[in-house]
């Protein structure tokens, strides 16, 4: 006895006749009868009440019908069940360091494994052992290796900051700079937070810089970039998000601090939770 040939008395018992059920079932007649009379022999009773042109159950086929059909309701149960334990285990909770690798990141992801749900996050505190022992996170993209003896960081991805200047400015001519070659002036960042933000902060106060920064949101900071000649920023991960038209060139920053080479790190126990983004990020790297 399978649970198909339960769902074929099911629609038997519904139908009121072999050749119907057949057709709903896309099965030959023939091979209707053949299941039924081999489940009535494993129940070793007849089912059926049978006439020349109809079929209708009998006591023991209404007893049957109902423990079939309390039968199929439960595995239509342990299908959703499993089924939700399964997209359980295919969701992933990924924190990002810098908003340029996450737009870069999460889009890409989704489009090789669309199965798989994730919950993306920004975080920025480098707390990150703590976050990923009491399972905060899956997976955090940081922008170092993480030295714990309970966490692997396997090298991501690199990525780097440009200045992105008005090709009438002064500084359009360089090939590389640097954030203190700047003269005193506004420089426009998208309020985003982040790494690369963190990083650029604490250059300007370091080193005493004559630089402000001026924050707004995404896309004011855009429209700004566009219709302005103020200097900004863009990290060589987030360019495919942001068009700064064609009067600006984007100049790399020749500052360390400015350059980074992100890491996925993980709780080496939670290896088969998140080996399919560590496999992913493999084929991306080398491509």
Not at 44 to 70: C, D
């Amino acid at each position: 006895m399978d649970i198909t040939s339960l769902e074929y008395f099911k629609m038997i018992a519904e139908c009121g006749s072999l050749t119907k059920a057949a057709k709903k079932l896309h099965i030959t007649q023939p091979a209707m009868s053949a299941m039924l009379h081999k489940l009535e022999q494993e129940l070793q009773v007849e089912l059926f009440n049978r006439t020349s042109n109809r079929i209708y159950l009998n006591q023991a086929g209404e007893v049957a019908l109902i423990h079939i059909n309390s039968i199929l309701r439960n595995v239509e149960i342990l299908k959703k069940d499993v089924q939700a334990i399964a997209k359980k285990n295919q969701s992933l909770n990924i924190a990002f360091c810098d908003p340029g690798v996450r737009w870069f990141t999460i889009p890409r992801f989704q489009i090789a494994n669309p199965e798989v749900e994730v919950d993306d996050d920004l975080y920025e505190n480098d707390d990150c052992i703590t976050l990923l022992k009491e399972r905060v996170y899956d997976l955090m993209i940081t922008p170092y290796k993480i030295k714990d003896a309970n966490i692997n960081s396997n090298i991501y991805i690199k990525d780097q900051v440009y200045l992105s200047v008005p090709k009438n400015n002064i500084l359009a001519n360089k090939l590389d700079i640097s954030i203190k070659e700047i003269p005193q002036q506004a420089l426009l960042y998208p309020e985003i937070g982040g790494y690369f933000l963190s990083q650029i902060e604490k250059l300007i106060k370091g080193n005493n810089l004559p630089i402000t920064l001026i924050k707004n949101n995404y896309n004011v900071t855009q429209h700004l970039i566009r219709t302005t000649n103020f200097l900004a920023t863009i990290s060589n991960l987030s360019k495919d998000l942001r068009n700064d038209g064609s009067h600006r060139i984007l100049i790399p920053f020749n500052d360390n601090e400015l350059k980074v080479t992100y890491y996925c790190s993980y709780l080496k126990n939670n290896y088969d939770k998140v080996k399919i983004f560590l496999e992913w990020s493999k084929k991306s790297h080398k491509s």
